[in-house]
């Protein structure tokens, strides 16, 4: 029977060793290449920071963001952002009091215009955030009926009401066309249904066109909620087409009380009303339009008109009476800047 070899405890012992010194060995090594590698990873980012990083000693509203690289750095300004946001306050109308409380602006921060200031400081630079003003959509002006715009400038609007009248509205086109003169038009919603390509004209001849109401009805006898959805809809019947109308309001029948201001300015309209009123719908005589007009011009009126045979008759001694006086013509939303 063949017998094992027998390994002395000693050279066991002396093997054992020698494998142990051998994995330290490898791990020392392995040990000393981690740190080799962190070191010079870190040094590479070190490197990129100080060439594409923030540069040394900047602050953003007092905090250090120095070394930082664009991503980073918007997320710091977007989270500064979030906690700076102020939501605009609108204004409204207390009927128990009467009372119009004014509008409250916001604040929203330009996180892009922000982070490339930031990126762009000079060492040592405190930048600030790029703060934006929000205007309330409801401001207090929007309470108020307008009669007449406030302006040191010799010039008037014309407000055409239409919810009738088509047969004379190519006429008066013509004549708008020829001195040059841009109108605002307030449509009523069942009008325009009625004849989209009127409304086509209009808009292609770039006029504004603006909001007489889904219908012509009696806004006075509505309460509010019914003359705020007068108004939505007929928003809607224009859009559908293809007009965009300004956010302005001219009631049926000139009707006009704080309700109706009220409604209006609820969704963002002025309620426009007018200095002069032709009563080009009560007469045959073009001279009576034109003498109502000439003798009550004022910078910033508004002449009210309706698309009437008369009208068409008077409106180009208007307006060569109004140049001669050193007018000008512009849309209602001109006047007012919007």
């Known amino acids: 029977m063949r017998k094992e070899r027998l390994v002395p405890r000693r050279e066991a012992r002396l093997t054992a060793i020698v494998i142990s010194r051998e994995w330290i060995l490898l791990a020392a090594f392995a040990l000393l ?74 604040t929203d921060i330009d996180v892009d215009r922000t982070v490339a200031a930031v990126m762009q400081a000079k060492p040592g630079e405190a930048v600030e955030l790029a703060r934006v003003t929000i205007v309330p959509t409801i401001t207090r002006r929007l309470f108020k009926p307008v009669y007449r715009v406030e302006t040191d400038q010799k010039v008037m609007a014309l407000a055409v009401n239409v919810a009738w009248g088509e047969e004379h509205l190519p006429a008066m086109l013509e004549v708008l066309r020829a001195h040059n003169v841009r109108a605002t038009f307030f449509l009523d919603g069942e009008w325009a249904k009625k004849r989209p390509e009127s409304v086509k004209l209009l808009v292609d001849e770039g006029h504004d066109i603006a909001n007489h109401g889904a219908k012509h009805v009696h806004v006075a006898k509505m309460g509010e909620a019914e003359i705020r959805d007068l108004i939505v809809r007929n928003e809607e019947i224009i859009g559908k087409l293809g007009a965009t109308p300004r956010k302005l309001f001219a009631p049926p029948y000139g009707e006009c009380n704080q309700v109706v201001t009220s409604a209006a300015a609820s969704v963002g309209y002025t309620t426009i009303m007018w200095t ?63």
């Open 33 to 106: 290449v981690m740190v080799f590698t962190a070191v010079f990873v870190s040094s590479l980012d070190e490197v990129r920071r100080a060439f594409y990083g923030v540069r040394p000693g900047v602050t953003i509203e007092g905090r250090e963001v120095a070394g930082l690289l664009a991503p980073e750095l918007r997320r710091v300004v977007e989270a500064m952002a979030e906690r700076e946001r102020v939501a605009p306050k609108d204004a409204m109308f207390f009927k128990e009091t009467g009372e119009i409380i004014a509008e409250e602006p916001g």
């Open 276 to 338: 002069i009123d032709t009563i080009d719908w009560k007469t045959s005589d073009p001279e009576k339009v034109v003498a109502r007009v000439v003798r009550k011009m004022a910078p910033g009126a508004i002449i009210l008109m309706h698309p009437v045979e008369v009208t068409n008759k008077a409106l180009p001694v208007v307006i060569e009476e109004a140049r001669k006086n050193g007018y000008q013509f512009a849309t209602i939303s001109e006047l007012l800047g919007d």
